[in-house]
């Protein structure tokens, strides 16, 4: 069984920083993708960040140039750099993990961005 943690969250002022993990735990073999998701209140679940195994990365374009991916594979963890942080930032969090074996998100962690 696969299980996604993530960590980090957290409120913080307008123009702060926040880092976020997530790491995987079980059987877990040929990570394709390890990206980010977030979802506000009253809006649907969208992409912020993503990492594919042949080194692609792209990027949401309101998080470019503020957000970094970044994944360490030999501990099947993601992180999510987040810098610059704006109040229409604020969303749950979720990880996501396509494997060989399907496909697996995060539990959520919430990043509040607010004076």
């Known amino acids: 069984q696969v299980q996604l943690v993530e960590s980090g969250g957290g409120l913080v002022q307008p123009g702060g920083s926040l880092r976020l993990s997530c790491a995987a735990s079980?059987?877990?073999?040929?990570?394709?993708?390890m990206a980010w998701y977030r979802q506000a209140p009253g809006k649907q679940r969208e992409s912020v960040a993503r990492s594919t195994s042949d080194g692609t990365i792209t990027y949401q374009d309101s998080v470019k140039g503020r957000f970094t991916i970044s994944r360490d594979n030999a501990k099947n963890t993601v992180y999510l750099q987040m810098n610059s942080l704006k109040p229409e930032d604020t969303a749950v969090y979720y990880c996501?993990?396509?494997?060989?074996?399907?496909?697996?998100w995060g539990q959520g962690t919430q990043v509040t961005v607010s004076s």
């Open positions: 996501r993990f396509l494997v060989a074996t399907g496909d697996h």
């Open positions: 079980g059987s877990i073999y040929s990570i394709y993708t």
